[in-house]
């Protein structure tokens, strides 16, 4: 597991990475590719809040914690913490809803321009293949939450059908399912 680290207003401790280093290594029980795993920590200062926020990024699992307390040492306990329960929550699902290989899909991305042109309509100026991750819905609305992304393409466990889960103006989720 590779984890970087990022101090903010405060001079670096060996010590503290160190510290950290052993807790976050708890975290590999819930990584099948240790290889594949990336961690960035943000330790900071503000006042007499000390903050850690982390960004845990492993095999299509993108998750992000953040803690603040009166102590570093603390605030690195807590984050660890949020971070177990989010892996331990996302492992238990994904035991439960795995299936079969399945065929990529296709996505085209459209580009559309302002101005006028002579082509009227719009070229497709990228195509990316991936094999959406077969999931239920509360965990596609679960991903998504941790993610900054506006929308996310997975397979319904259910249906095994292509669905894409996006984030309305309101903070809400709206699912469309094609319904074949």
Do not use: C, W
């Not at 200062?45 to 570093?72: C, Q």
């Not at 913490?81 to 989010?86: G, T």
């Not at 094999?131 to 679960?142: G, L, T």
């Amino acid at each position: 597991m590779n984890v970087a680290f990022t101090f903010k207003n405060f001079d670096p401790s060996d010590h503290l990475k160190e510290y950290a280093n052993t807790r976050f290594a708890k975290l590999d029980k819930f990584i099948t590719n240790p290889d594949n795993t990336e961690m960035q920590v943000i330790l900071s200062v503000d006042k007499i809040r000390h903050v850690a926020e982390v960004l845990f990024s492993s095999d299509n699992i993108h998750i992000s914690a953040y803690e603040a307390s009166e102590d570093m040492y603390s605030t690195v306990d807590l984050v660890l913490a949020k971070l177990e329960v989010q892996l331990r929550r996302m492992r238990d699902k994904m035991r439960s809803h795995r299936r079969k290989d399945v065929a990529p899909a296709r996505m085209d991305v459209i580009s559309f321009t302002t101005e006028e042109e002579d082509n009227s309509e719009p070229t497709i100026v990228e195509t990316d293949q991936f094999v959406p991750k077969p999931m239920a819905v509360d965990e596609a609305a679960m991903q998504l939450q941790t993610l900054d992304n506006e929308f996310l393409v997975f397979r319904n466990a259910d249906t095994e059908a292509i669905n894409v889960i996006y984030r309305r103006k309101n903070g809400d989720f709206g699912l469309i399912d094609p319904g074949y």
